[in-house]
């Protein structure tokens, strides 16, 4: 089944301890992106990437970090989580840029 | 940049009528839309696409309407169901950017 697998569901911790957030697609896509969901403010896109080693900055990328060393992961890596980015945030791919877009499950973060 | 929303944050329809929800979006130059659902505690879901060289286009009781004079967006669901309810939002590119920007959804709850 093709899809966007994101790990973990739920993750709760602590202000300062990093934590990486697993992205994973199995339908050869070169696009990948993270978007965080907040209430009233809608999807915000924080990293994209158009291919492997290839990564950009979308809109709130503070505090974020990303790697696209394979075709198929791109993790979200907070370095230093604070309590501002308490969010849901989603993992997505698309063949590539602006085609729609198939989206993960969602994982919701809280840090303390 | 481009900026697109929704008309109302909420809607109610009854159980059979149709929905229709509504969406507006600023950059004249946009040239992709597409309709997402995300029902609670699920990551958005594909329902329906359209280019800026149509004006309309019909999926599986879903009709996605286009009209780029004043820069509107509607998805009109026919006969609606209970599993119709969920939060929809559209997104929106235009060629040449490599990110879509989301609307913040409409809430659409159905009445038995």
């Known amino acids: 089944e093709a899809q966007v697998t994101q790990n973990p569901r739920y993750l709760i911790t602590v202000t300062g301890k990093k934590l990486t957030v697993t992205c994973s697609q199995n339908?050869?896509?070169?696009?990948m992106s993270w978007y965080r969901q907040d209430p009233g403010l809608g999807l915000r896109q924080i990293y994209y990437?158009?291919?492997?080693?290839?990564?950009d900055k979308g809109d709130v990328p503070e505090g974020y970090k990303v790697s696209r060393k394979e075709k198929r992961n791109f993790p979200l890596i907070l370095e230093s989580p604070s309590p501002n980015q308490t969010s849901l945030y989603f993992c997505?791919?698309?063949?590539?840029?602006?085609?729609?877009?198939?989206f993960g499950s969602g994982t919701q973060l809280s840090v303390l | 940049g481009e900026s697109v929303g929704l008309h109302l944050p909420t809607l109610s329809v009854q159980e059979g009528d149709n929905s229709i929800i509504n969406c507006a979006y600023s950059?004249?130059?946009?040239?992709?839309f597409i309709w997402y659902k995300q029902e609670s505690g699920k990551g958005p879901q594909f329902i329906i696409d359209?280019?800026?060289?149509?004006d309309k286009r019909q999926g599986q009781r879903v009709t996605v309407l286009l009209n780029k004079t004043v820069k509107h967006l509607s998805l009109q669901i026919a006969a609606t169901q209970p599993g119709d309810s969920a939060v929809y939002f559209c997104?929106?590119?235009?060629?040449?950017?490599?990110?879509?920007?989301f609307g913040t959804g409409t809430r659409l709850t159905i009445i038995p």
């Open positions: 997505a791919s698309s063949l590539s840029r602006n085609e729609k877009l198939f």
């Open positions: 339908m050869n896509h070169e696009y």
């Open positions: 990437s158009m291919n492997v080693e290839v990564t």
């Open positions: 950059n004249s130059a946009s040239d992709y």
């Open positions: 359209i280019r800026s060289n149509m």
């Open positions: 997104a929106g590119a235009s060629f040449g950017n490599e990110k879509l920007t």
